[in-house]
C-alpha cells in the first residue's frame, strides 16, 4: 500500500546558491524558445553552495502548491492520461506558447499528445484543481522518461534542451507533490531529477562566461538542492518500513560534497553556528549504513583534506574513488589545482620539485607576465574517462 508524505522535521538543511532572484517580467511569448526565467541578482550573490533552514517544517524541496482550498481532502488521484493536460495543450496552442519540441512539423500554433508537456505553474490553487488536470503516477513516470531521452539529442545546444527540461520537471515534481504518494517508484524518479541538475551543473559550468547560461547555473543549482532535500525526505519516510535505497548513499554523499564551495563560510542566517556544527548535526541523522558506505567516506575524506588543503589526498583519492555523479559535483575544484602549476608557468614563474617531491613555487621571482591566449583546460590524470 502506498504511504503518503508526512511533514518532515527533521529534513536536512538545504544546502543551496544563496543568491537572490527576480522573476523576469511576461512579455511577447510567441517566438520565445526559452521557458521563462528568474535572473540572479549581482548583490546577494555568493559562492557559497549552502544556505540552510532548520526551523522550518515544511519540505523546502516541494513546490508550490495552495492546499487550503475546502475541496482538498489531500489524496488527490490524477486522471490525466497524456503528458500535458488536454486543456492546457489548446489554450497554449492559441497562445502559440508552444517550446520548440512540442511543435507539430514545426508549428509555432500545433502540437499533440505525444509532444506537449505539462508546464510548471509557479502557485496553483486546489480550489480549481481537478483530477484530470494531473498526471498519475505511471503518466509521470513516462513523461519524464521521455524528457531525459530529449538530452541525447543532438539537434539543438545542450542548454535549449535543459532549459526545457529544467522547467517540465518542475511540473513532475509539482504533480508528485499534489498527490502525496512516496514509494520506490517515486524515488527512483526524483533520483533521475537529482541526476539530471547534476550533469546539468557540471555541463553548464563550460559556458558560464555567457550571462544567460550562467544564469541557468545558479537556477540548476537551486532546483537541485530543492530536488535532494525532497529525495532525502522520501528516504526517511521509506526507512520506516526498514528500507534502504540502493542508490541512498551515493546521492547523501552529493550533498556533502556541495559543501566543497562553502569552505569556511558560515551562512546567512547563521551567527554562531558553522557549516561543519551543521553538517554534523545532519550527519546524527543517517543511518550506519549510510555514514559507513564507501560513497560517503569518500565525499568526507575529500572535503576534510580540501578544507585542511592537503590538495595531493584530495586529488588521489578523487582519482582512484570518484563516481561519475561525484565527478560532476567535485570537477570545478579538480581543475583549480591541476591547473595551478600551468598557471604559474604560464604567467611566466618557475616551479620547482623539493626533496620531498612536493611542487613548490619559491618566492622573490621578478618574471612574473600576464599569460598570452586563452588558458588551457587540462584534466586530471585518472579522471580522463569523465571528460566528455
Known sequence: MENRR??????PPSPSNSASFSRSQRQNRKSRNYSERRTPSAASASNSAVDWDLNSGKLSGDENVDVEGPSY?????GTCPYMCPERERLQREQLRDLAVFERLNGNHGKSSPDLAVKKFCRTISTKSMQPSDVRPLPVLEDTLNYLLNLLDSNKHPFEVVHDFVFDRTRSVRQDLTIQSVVNERVISMYEKMVKFHVISHYKLRSSMSNPIIASMHHLNMEQLTKTLTSLFSLYDTN??????????AEFRSLYVLLHLGSYSKPTVNLYIIGVEDLLSLWFGHLSTSVLKSKEMCFARSILRSFRLGNYKHFLCTTAAQVSYLQYCVVEAYINEESDLESLCNACGLETRTDESGNKVLPTKQSTFCHPNGEFQRYAFLGLEEFER
Open 73 to 77: 481532502s489531500g489524496s488527490l488521484v
Open 239 to 248: 526507512q520506516s518500513s526498514n528500507n534502504l535505497s540502493e542508490n541512498e
Open 6 to 11: 508526512p511533514w518532515n522535521r527533521n529534513a
